[in-house]
């Protein structure tokens, strides 16, 4: 029996849950309980393995504080396209990027900052060189 294949719109409206309920620094859990569900079922939607209902997409909107719209942004008529998908999405896409990111705006020196940025570029040099 084939595997069920994610939707990629299912997957895009999931991210952008994750994404927005990370930038609030909500737990999946506590999204859960707003809802009435278990954090692996948040769980299930953030990846697009479930597919969210309208009136339940229409309630993580109000809980989010977004509009529903904020989790199509990026969706053209045709669907997503993941090669449009530009870096900066991609990169808050994924939880270490999302965290790294918060974690950076907390830095208020510019000093600091521009040394975090600096070590980063040296990382991604080292990395670019062993390929």
Partial sequence: MAKKQTNPIDVQVGNRVRIRRMLIGMSQEKLGDLLGLTFQQVQKYEKGVNRIGAGRLYEVARILNVPVDFFYEGVASSGPDP?????????????????????????????????????????AEEEEQKV
Avoid: N
Avoid at 86 to 109: D, H, R, T
């Fill in 83 to 123: 090669e449009a998908a530009p870096p900066v999405m991609e990169f808050v896409s994924s939880g270490e990027g999302l965290q790294l990111a918060l974690a950076f705006m907390k830095i208020k020196e510019a000093r600091v900052r521009k040394r975090v940025l600096d070590l980063v570029k040296s990382l």
